[in-house]
């Protein structure tokens, strides 16, 4: 028996000498009789941090009254009786095992199980049955036509570590995930701040990768002293011109584009241009102003529009097209943000938005890729199923994108390493793993599924 059941009957005990106390006819009737109830079987089950060979079982099954429980680690060695505390169990074998835990009492026996799949090429026993990516093939060296980039944070390219490990190693581009906004750089009125995007510029150029910036007007990132602007409607459009000149000067030579103007079209019906205080102020040209004065201040340096749902909706993806044909010679590509799940936008929707740009001769960038696995949030952990479906859907983005004529390339940028740091988990606050490595910067599937796109 264990400590933990002693302690449950120690919990009723009371309650019985209660019932037992309150029976006035105890002497006629006899001993009053508590039938048992079944205890239902529970174990929780993770990966050794220290050994990844190794299994670490923890009985969670709690009930009233006594009972036994007992393992069958699935390896042929019939039934273990539990121990007090957690269960290490070595899985050195190839193959797929069924784990079982039989706990039974007086009113019967019940049993959970849970599958192990180990796969020692794949580094040992694969969480939730998902084995990762076996491949030792960098994807800034498979993708020989375009950049492929990733996010990074100031904190982390001055910590150094795995991140900047992994950083060098499988991608030729960055991207400051938000350090480089308005927000950040234009904190009060006359005081930049590039402290932040001075650290990630620098580590780009000093590692020879390529740095995208982003973005300079996103009506999300705009500080509130310009969203409260007290000056006049020139005063501000001299401020605007100040900043785009000062930052992309700034930059000149070191970054290869910039998203000048990040999510400028509605939602809603018609999609017109959201109404910023940048449209506010500026007027409906407001991006063309922002384009030119990006242009003369670096007229070498790239500059996109970017924007989101531009697959799945094809009256965002018009929008942005009448955007794009009106700047004319102002714009060199357009950024397809890539927010998208294992089971959608279609195949064809992601097309028609290189089909658009590649016939407008721009180029393309698949922008901020990730691809949530569990979108209606019915999961708890990465199943294998969502692992593959994930996987090929990483595969037809990567496909589409290397397809394109090569003029049309830019890059393809995925936004985060790992999974428990995407924006998505706040964003939509539920779990999820859309990216490339696993929160151990284990490569999943969706990594394979990257490199076969490029085959
Ligand atoms: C997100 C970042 O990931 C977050 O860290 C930040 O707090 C908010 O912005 N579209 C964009 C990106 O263009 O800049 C956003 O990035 C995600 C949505």
Same mark, same amino acid.
């Given at each position: 028996?264990?400590?933990?059941?002693?302690?449950?009957?120690?919990?009723?005990?009371?309650?019985? *000498?209660?019932?037992?106390?309150?029976?006035?006819?105890?002497?006629?009737?006899?001993?009053?009789?508590?039938?048992?109830?079944?205890?239902?079987?529970?174990?929780?089950?993770?990966?050794?941090?220290?050994?990844?060979?190794?299994?670490?079982?923890?009985?969670?099954?709690?009930?009233?009254?006594?009972?036994?429980?007992?393992? =069958?680690?699935?390896?042929?060695?019939?039934?273990?009786?539990?121990?007090?505390?957690?269960?290490?169990?070595?899985? =050195?074998?190839?193959?797929?095992?069924?784990?079982?835990?039989?706990?039974?009492?007086?009113?019967?026996?019940?049993?959970?199980?849970?599958?192990? %799949?180990?796969?020692?090429?794949?580094? #040992?026993?694969?969480?939730?049955?998902?084995?990762?990516?076996?491949?030792?093939?960098?994807?800034?060296?498979?993708?020989?036509?375009?950049?492929?980039?990733?996010?990074?944070?100031?904190? @982390?390219?001055? $910590?150094?570590?795995?991140?900047?490990?992994?950083?060098?190693?499988?991608?030729?581009?960055?991207?400051?995930?938000?350090?480089? &906004?308005?927000?950040?750089?234009?904190?009060?009125?006359?005081?930049?701040?590039?402290?932040?995007?001075?650290?990630?510029?620098?580590?780009?150029?000093?590692?020879?990768?390529?740095?995208?910036?982003?973005?300079?007007?996103?009506?999300?990132?705009?500080? =509130?002293?310009?969203?409260?602007?007290?000056?006049?409607?020139?005063?501000?459009?001299?401020?605007?011109?100040?900043?785009?000149?000062?930052?992309?000067?700034?930059?000149?030579?070191?970054?290869?584009?910039?998203?000048?103007?990040?999510?400028?079209?509605?939602?809603?019906? #018609?999609? /017109? !241009?959201?109404?910023?205080?940048?449209?506010?102020?500026?007027?409906?040209?407001?991006?063309? &102003?922002?384009?030119?004065?990006?242009?003369?201040?670096? /007229?070498?340096?790239?500059?996109?529009?970017?924007?989101?749902?531009?697959?799945?909706?094809?009256?965002? @993806?018009?929008?942005?097209?009448?955007?794009?044909?009106?700047?004319?010679?102002?714009?060199?590509? %357009?950024?397809?943000?890539?927010?998208?799940?294992?089971?959608?936008?279609?195949?064809?929707?992601?097309? $028609?938005?290189?089909? #658009?740009?590649?016939?407008?001769?721009?180029?393309?960038?698949?922008?901020?890729?990730?691809?949530? $696995?569990? /979108?209606?949030?019915?999961?708890?952990? *990465?199943?294998?199923?969502?692992?593959?479906?994930?996987?090929?859907?990483?595969?037809?983005?990567?496909?589409?994108?290397?397809?394109? /004529?090569?003029?049309?390339?830019?890059?393809?940028?995925?936004? #985060?390493?790992?999974?428990?740091?995407?924006? !998505?988990?706040?964003?939509?606050?539920?779990?999820?793993?859309?990216?490339?490595?696993?929160?151990?910067?284990?490569?999943?599937?969706?990594?394979?599924?990257?490199?076969?796109?490029?085959?």
């Amino acid at each position: 028996m264990k400590i933990k059941n002693i302690f449950n009957i120690l919990k009723v005990l009371p309650i019985l *000498l209660l019932t037992l106390s309150c029976d006035g006819d105890s002497d006629n009737d006899g001993p009053i009789i508590i039938p048992p109830t079944r205890v239902q079987a529970t174990f929780e089950m993770s990966i050794s941090p220290s050994d990844p060979n190794v299994l670490l079982l923890d009985n969670k099954t709690s009930g009233i009254g006594d009972f036994i429980s007992e393992w =069958d680690f699935g390896q042929g060695d019939g039934l273990v009786q539990d121990l007090p505390g957690i269960e290490e169990v070595r899985f =050195d074998t190839d193959g797929t095992f069924s784990v079982r835990l039989l706990v039974s009492n007086a009113a019967g026996l019940t049993v959970d199980s849970k599958t192990v %799949v180990v796969d020692n090429s794949a580094g #040992g026993i694969c969480p939730n049955g998902n084995c990762g990516s076996t491949s030792t093939s960098a994807l800034k060296d498979a993708a020989t036509t375009f950049f492929v980039g990733n996010i990074t944070r100031s904190s @982390r390219v001055n $910590a150094g570590g795995k991140h900047v490990e992994v950083l060098k190693s499988d991608f030729s581009s960055i991207t400051s995930e938000y350090e480089m &906004k308005m927000n950040v750089m234009y904190p009060s009125q006359g005081n930049y701040d590039f402290t932040a995007a001075d650290a990630i510029v620098n580590f780009g150029v000093n590692n020879g990768i390529n740095v995208h910036g982003h973005a300079l007007i996103w009506h999300n990132a705009t500080p =509130d002293w310009v969203n409260d602007f007290t000056g006049t409607d020139s005063e501000f459009e001299a401020m605007v011109k100040d900043y785009i000149t000062t930052t992309v000067t700034r930059y000149k030579g070191k970054i290869g584009s910039w998203d000048v103007v990040n999510e400028a079209i509605d939602d809603g019906s #018609g999609n /017109p !241009l959201r109404n910023s205080v940048f449209k506010q102020k500026m007027g409906d040209d407001y991006i063309k &102003k922002c384009f030119q004065w990006a242009r003369d201040a670096d /007229p070498d340096c790239l500059l996109f529009y970017n924007d989101y749902n531009m697959a799945s909706s094809s009256g965002k @993806r018009a929008a942005m097209f009448k955007i794009v044909d009106d700047l004319g010679d102002l714009i060199d590509g %357009v950024g397809a943000q890539m927010h998208i799940s294992y089971n959608g936008p279609s195949k064809s929707n992601i097309q $028609a938005v290189a089909n #658009g740009t590649v016939s407008r001769g721009l180029k393309l960038h698949f922008a901020e890729l990730d691809i949530r $696995a569990n /979108p209606n949030n019915d999961q708890t952990s *990465l199943t294998s199923q969502r692992a593959d479906a994930q996987k090929a859907k990483f595969k037809e983005v990567v496909q589409i994108y290397n397809s394109i /004529p090569l003029d049309n390339k830019y890059a393809l940028t995925v936004w #985060g390493l790992k999974d428990n740091e995407s924006w !998505l988990l706040d964003f939509w606050g539920h779990a999820d793993w859309p990216l490339m490595y696993d929160d151990d910067y284990n490569k999943k599937k969706a990594y394979d599924g990257f490199l076969e796109g490029l085959q």
